[in-house]
């Protein structure tokens, strides 16, 4: 069974730095890339980028370029999102998801979400 | 935002049937597949529909997916109170570099 297993609730300052896990199992986690989805309070989803955690190619949304830093483990089958300084801003569900086929927005198994609050 | 989402909310009732549309352009829809995904509150998004027309095992015939020019529906047919959700559409955008989401429909079941 395919599942994707993301670390726990976060709260953080300001300035902070971060990183959180996605941990895969029941399926070869090299040979599939991994996604990561934004979701801010109430809004809708955006595509932050993706991994491909056989050769560590990524390719990041133009929103998150700079802010954020994508990276596997294929040892322990657990990709990585970091960010070095936090925002308020970047308050937030973040869900990682496995690409499916060729379409780079078709995720077919999902993380069930890590939840990030960034307040002073 | 480059892909759009329309109607931003829609009711039916239980059996009916409801149309949403996700509208972009060349360098997204027109040139690239499109996702769509089913999101209830307080639960992580589950694909639908992927390459335009596609259902992942386990998503029942009543959603279907089409695409024509820089456009695409989800239509879901026999609507049902477990239907009840927001509906995102999704695809890559070449000019962006970037994969883009609709804003997302809300829909209700009467």
């Known amino acids: 069974e395919v599942q994707l297993v993301q670390s726990k609730t976060e709260v953080k300052k300001p300035g902070e730095s971060l990183t959180i896990s996605c941990q895969a199992s029941?399926?070869?986690?090299?040979?599939?890339?991994i996604g990561w989805v934004r979701q801010m309070p109430g809004q809708g989803l955006e595509w932050m980028g993706i991994?491909?955690?056989?050769?560590?190619?990524?390719r990041y949304g133009p929103p998150f370029r700079g802010r954020v830093s994508f990276s596997a483990d294929r040892s322990t089958r657990t990709a990585y999102l970091h960010w070095s300084s936090l925002k308020a801003s970047d308050t937030a569900i973040y869900y990682c998801?496995?690409?499916?086929?060729?379409?780079?927005?078709?995720?077919?198994?999902w993380g069930q979400g890590t939840v990030l609050t960034v307040s002073s | 935002q480059s892909v759009s989402t329309r109607p931003p909310s829609v009711s039916a009732a239980p059996g009916q049937k409801v149309t949403i549309s996700c509208s972009g352009s060349?360098?997204?829809?027109?040139?690239?597949?499109v996702s769509w995904y089913q999101q209830v509150p307080g639960t992580a998004p589950k694909l639908l529909i992927y390459?335009?027309?596609k259902r992942p095992s386990g998503i029942p015939d009543r959603f279907s997916g089409s695409k024509s020019g820089t456009s695409a529906t989800l239509d879901i047919t026999g609507l049902q109170t477990g239907d009840e959700a927001y509906y995102f559409c999704?695809?890559?955008?070449?000019?962006?570099?970037?994969?883009?989401f609709g804003g997302g429909t809300k829909l209700t079941v009467l």
């Open positions: 998801a496995r690409r499916l086929g060729l379409d780079y927005l078709a995720f077919d198994f």
């Open positions: 029941g399926y070869t986690f090299s040979n599939y890339w």
């Open positions: 991994i491909y955690p056989g050769d560590s190619d990524t």
């Open positions: 060349s360098s997204n829809i027109g040139n690239n597949y």
């Open positions: 390459d335009n027309n």
């Open positions: 999704g695809a890559w955008d070449n000019s962006l570099g970037a994969g883009v």
